[in-house]
Nanobody, 126 residues
Framework: QLQLVESGGGLVQAGGSLRLSCAAS????????MGWFRQGPGKEREVVAA????????YYAASVKGRFTISRDNAKTLVYLQMNSLKPEDTAVYYC???????????????????WGQGTQVTVSS
């Protein structure tokens, strides 16, 4: 089992920045790919970014590439999402998720993720 707890969400003006954190506990953190997903009002859940076990492979959705940065600290069992140049369309509940794997890969497929946090709200005002 792996427990995930997100923090760092809030209300920010367009153009501003936020950093989300996800704390993991319960099993070997370095054995999982980590991902950030989001679900906006009236929208389906979508991938934002993913990072492999070692941090050496990273995936970004086209909509956030160049603005968001995913990182992880395996010693502290934390994963981060630095969000810059935020836009109103980034408004969503953001979830972190973990995918158990033997490989140093990323995946954008939400169905591959075994564990999910409860989500944190990010609201970007125009």
């Amino acid at each position: 089992q792996l427990q995930l707890v997100e923090s760092g969400g809030g209300l920010v003006q367009a153009g501003g920045s936020l950093r989300l954190s996800c704390a993991a506990s319960g099993r070997t953190f370095s054995s999982v790919t980590m991902g950030w997903f989001r679900q906006g009002p009236g929208k389906e859940r979508e991938v934002v970014a993913a990072i492999s076990r070692s941090g050496g492979n990273i995936y970004y959705a086209a909509s956030v590439k160049g603005r968001f940065t995913i990182s992880r600290d395996n010693a502290k069992t934390l994963v981060y999402l630095q969000m810059n140049s935020l836009k109103p369309e980034d408004t969503a509940v953001y979830y972190c998720a973990a995918h158990t794997t033997n490989y140093d890969i990323t995946t954008a497929n939400s169905y591959a993720y075994d564990y999910w946090g409860q989500g944190t709200q990010v609201t970007v005002s125009s």
